[in-house]
């Protein structure tokens, strides 16, 4: 490649001279002479200031009608998506293997076509055969659901361009898709990336809901590059232990809705069913108060969520290394926890192992649930059941100080609706009128008092 010749231009009359001077031989001016890098090969093939499409602005402020939202015919699935599929939006959804993403796709694939929909349902990892006897056994066989099984997305989109487009495409999943134009064998960074972009463009350009479904990796972490997450609307997570019947749908990304609300299911034999209230679900089983259990109200979005918090305490010989186990809830909020107790209130827990587990398999992530740990932990230290029929719910600070968390009225309203008849948590100066008792804390210290005395 030739090397570029410098040139040096006159910034007061632009004369061009292939040296620099002193003094500009055109106009006579001094020190006018600038060095001027001229055009590459490669800046000229890529100048993109030109030979484009002119774009047709809007204003943000004109009236625009939104798009109309389209129920799934599952409450809890509209619940999560934040009201119902929004045309033209791209849904990646992930989870473990057989935790249920193709049972819950399938039911709301039937769902819609039930209602007159258009759904179109791709596999890439079953046979056409397979699915039906997957739909029969969930008693959707009859749904007009158009099924193909297919991994080329040239030949999934030459065949949607033919007709009028979906009101649903689902794609199970976008890992064994691969385009014909992109080297590299089907889930490999360039291929996940690839096919997303040709399918996502698809579902906006003809206003397509797509629901992409995506394997995870170990960790639990949706597989594939990160960019996939960037690229769609939405992105869900189906969660839940293959021990427990539950599963929960819960939304990590979400353009047209919030994020933290969840949809709650059920597994049984013939599909995933709907549990309108969740908190039966992991109250189940307390017929009698026992000493380490206690009951917090946990907030998931706009909806409250009651849960059982056990700890056991197991005293050990001297010289023996304590064992702190966590199921549920996070393990580094657990010792500060109990580092507060010892260094605040006293309590001795160095010499005895610590397990804490959340009931049912539900994963805690509200700071509100410090109180109802600490609660639940100096119950099992002292060998004492706490009031029968309360809740707990409060942030401790390391001052040992019960600080007020959001949602308290919603907390109690759900409490009282299920039965219980008092509740303990951050000290208030005003109280909402409910049909439960309101026991205010002002430091952890007085908790400890209320449980030993």
């Not at 809740?391 to 949602?407: D, K, M, N, Q, Y």
């Not at 509740?423 to 109280?431: S, V």
Request: glycine share 10%.
């Amino acid at each position: 490649m030739a090397k570029p010749k410098k040139r040096y231009v006159c910034q007061a009359c632009g004369a061009v001279s292939p040296r620099w001077q002193g003094q500009c031989a055109d106009c006579a001016e001094w020190n006018t002479l600038v060095e001027d890098a001229p055009a590459t090969v490669f800046s000229q093939k890529h100048d993109l200031s030109g030979g484009g499409r002119r774009l047709e602005f809007v204003s943000l402020s004109d009236p625009v009608e939104p798009p109309k939202r389209a129920t799934t015919g599952l409450k809890e699935f509209d619940r999560a998506l934040g009201g119902g599929l929004v045309p033209g939006a791209a849904i990646l959804i992930g989870g473990d293997p057989g935790i249920g993403k193709s049972t819950l796709l399938l039911q709301t694939a039937g769902s819609i076509a039930r209602k007159g929909g258009d759904v179109v349902y791709v596999s890439g990892e079953e046979a056409s055969a397979q699915v039906r006897l997957r739909a029969e056994r969930l008693g959707l066989a009859n749904e007009p659901v158009r099924l193909a099984s297919s991994t080329n997305v040239r030949d999934i989109l030459t065949t949607l361009g033919a007709g009028e487009p979906p009101d649903l495409l689902v794609v199970d999943s976008i890992q064994t898709m691969y385009s014909d134009t992109i080297e590299g064998a089907p889930g490999t960074v360039s291929q996940v990336r690839g096919c997303a972009f040709e399918l996502i463009r698809y579902a906006k350009e003809r206003g397509t809901a797509l629901v992409l479904v995506g394997h995870v990796t170990k960790d639990g972490n949706i597989a594939g590059p990160r960019v996939l997450e960037h690229m769609v609307d939405v992105v869900m997570s189906f969660e839940g232990e293959r021990s427990h019947q539950y599963r929960i749908l819960r939304a990590l990304k979400n353009r047209f809705g919030a994020v933290d609300e969840i949809g709650v299911f059920a597994m049984a034999t013939e599909g995933l069913e709907e549990v309108e209230n969740p908190s039966m679900l992991f109250l189940s089983g307390r017929d009698a108060p026992l000493a380490g259990s206690a009951v917090f109200p946990a907030m998931e979005g706009t909806r409250p969520v009651l849960v059982e918090i056990q700890a056991l305490i197991v005293k050990l010989q001297s010289g023996a290394t304590p064992r702190r186990a966590v199921v549920g809830w996070d393990n580094g909020r657990l010792a500060m926890l109990l580092a507060v107790l010892e260094s605040r209130c006293g309590l001795n827990f160095s010499s005895a192992e610590v397990y804490l587990n959340v009931a049912g398999g539900y994963r805690l992530a509200d700071p509100a649930a410090d109180l109802a740990v600490a609660a639940a932990l100096v119950s099992a230290l002292a060998d004492r059941p706490l009031p029968d029929r309360s809740v707990w719910f409060g942030e401790v600070s390391l001052a040992g100080e019960i600080r007020p968390v959001a949602h308290s009225g919603l907390r109690l309203r759900e409490a009282a609706k299920l039965g219980f008849e008092s509740a303990y948590g951050p000290l208030r100066e005003e109280k909402a009128s409910l049909d439960i008792q309101f026991g205010g804390f002002r430091q952890l210290g007085q908790l400890v008092d209320r449980v030993m005395r």
